[in-house]
């Protein structure tokens, strides 16, 4: 149990729809981070928000945009969705947004599964 | 520019042997290292990290890794694999500015009886 909750668990929605997932930190976490993972890959780094700012982004159009709220919840909104956006969707959170550290454990919620049919 | 191999795909061992997953990385500064697992339908966990000091790391569920800088390496090992760790293994660099995570394809490991 690493105290990151992410909703809904599972999700089935059309192409071209709107989604949003959400994620709560762990108690004391003030860094979001969103990772995509496809069937059988490695997470993918998607972008970071540390007090309420987006500080990091990877290779993900802008269609992957994302929110951070002042108790350090998260949301990944993804708009257009396409078929290859099927994946599960994974938070992490932990205290500070600069470095991992020796002292930065990173936590990882259990995910939400998105399929676009 | 960053990345992690896992050259192997799939791995299957039998309980109570031994067990060792590779992981090549390729990163321009000292790099952050961690290994986590995850069982089917669910998140991360964390295995163990290196950072410094010390290239033989021990972690969780009797797992160990060796930083090794000339190979580019952070292999994970178990000396006895219990049939509870089956699951997927992944290799992970992390960046040293931010909290972002380059991750590897990942190992899914078998235990048979």
């Known amino acids: 149990e690493t105290g990151v909750t992410q909703s809904p668990t599972h999700l089935i929605k059309t192409r071209g729809q709107q989604v949003t997932l959400r994620c709560s930190s762990q108690?004391?976490?003030?860094?979001v981070s969103w990772y995509q993972q496809a069937l059988g890959q490695g997470p993918q780094f998607i972008f970071q928000?540390?007090?309420?700012?987006?500080?990091g982004r990877g290779n993900f159009p802008p269609r992957f945009s994302g929110l951070q709220f002042p108790n350090y919840s998260s949301e990944l909104n993804v708009n257009a969705l396409e078929l290859d956006d099927s994946a599960l969707y994974l938070c992490?959170?932990?205290?500070?947004?600069?470095?991992?550290?020796?002292?930065?454990?990173?936590?990882f919620g259990e995910g939400s599964w998105l399929t676009v049919v | 520019a960053q990345s992690v191999t896992q050259p192997d795909i799939h791995i299957t061992v039998s309980e109570g042997a031994s067990l060792e997953l590779r992981c090549n990385y390729s990163?321009?500064?000292?790099?952050?290292l961690f290994w986590y697992v995850q069982s089917p339908g669910q998140g991360l966990q964390l295995l163990l990290k290196?950072?410094?000091?010390?290239?033989l790391v021990q972690g969780i569920k009797g797992f160990e890794a060796e930083f090794k800088r000339s190979q580019s390496s952070f292999n994970l090992r178990k000396p006895s694999v219990h049939w509870s760790d089956a699951a997927e293994y992944f290799c992970?660099?992390?960046?040293?500015?931010?909290?972002?995570?380059?991750f590897g394809t990942g190992t899914s490991l078998t235990v048979i009886p």
């Open positions: 992490a959170s932990s205290q500070g947004g600069s470095t991992h550290g020796a002292g930065n454990t990173i936590y």
């Open positions: 108690s004391g976490h003030n860094t």
């Open positions: 928000y540390y007090r309420e700012e987006e500080n």
């Open positions: 990163y321009g500064a000292t790099p952050y």
């Open positions: 290196y950072f410094s000091g010390d290239t």
């Open positions: 992970a660099v992390g960046a040293n500015t931010g909290n972002q995570f380059y």
